[in-house]
């Protein structure tokens, strides 16, 4: 019981200093849901080409504001796919975007939201969903079961979520997965 105690004491000494201290930002999400308003939806489209197959594999995320208040939105997410070579659409799946969150030592306010282990990035204007968007792109290395990969993400703050498109390649297998913007409708 004491050894429980002094823990939570040196926890609540030295934790919270550092937590009351941060400074509270809003959330780009939570603000580019919130420009777009209530009942605004995004669709996005995958595709996923693998190796000689030319057949791709398809799945469409359609991302709904369902519910927006000063703390929080919460968007509803459906996602259907061809994966097994026939059509079939998931359950909608609930997320919530809380609206403040303390800003974390060495990050920008302005970086909140964009990766921050780039190995170039630049400005854009891309032509999705029938309308231009400014963009800001990025590319970065990762890993995948597969091996090495390479992605480029382009996000717009214009966009619930932000997220316009991204193209990632894994030459080991020669796959090519593009995630792109295919709607975008307010209320």
Do not use: C, H
């Amino acid at each position: 019981m004491t050894t429980r105690i002094i823990v939570v004491a040196i926890f609540a000494t030295l934790g919270t200093p550092a937590l009351t201290s941060a400074q509270i930002v809003d959330s780009p999400q939570y603000l580019s849901w919130a420009k777009a308003g209530k009942g605004a939806s995004v669709t996005l489209q995958s595709t996923t080409v693998m190796g000689d197959d030319p057949t791709p594999i398809t799945s469409t995320m359609v991302y709904k504001l369902r519910e927006l208040n000063p703390d929080k939105a919460i968007i509803d997410m459906v996602t259907t796919t061809d994966q097994t070579g026939k059509t079939v659409t998931n359950s909608p799946q609930e997320f919530t975007i809380r609206r403040a969150f303390p800003l974390l030592p060495g990050i920008k306010k302005e970086d909140i939201g964009r990766p921050n282990d780039a190995l170039e990035k630049g400005d854009e204007t891309l032509k999705l969903a029938g309308k231009e968007f400014k963009a800001q792109w990025y590319t970065f290395k990762g890993r995948t079961d597969a091996g090495p990969s390479t992605t480029r993400t382009w996000m717009s703050d214009d966009v619930p979520g932000m997220l316009l498109k991204s193209v990632t390649t894994v030459p080991k297998v020669k796959a090519v997965i593009t995630l792109e913007l295919i709607e975008f409708k307010t209320p």
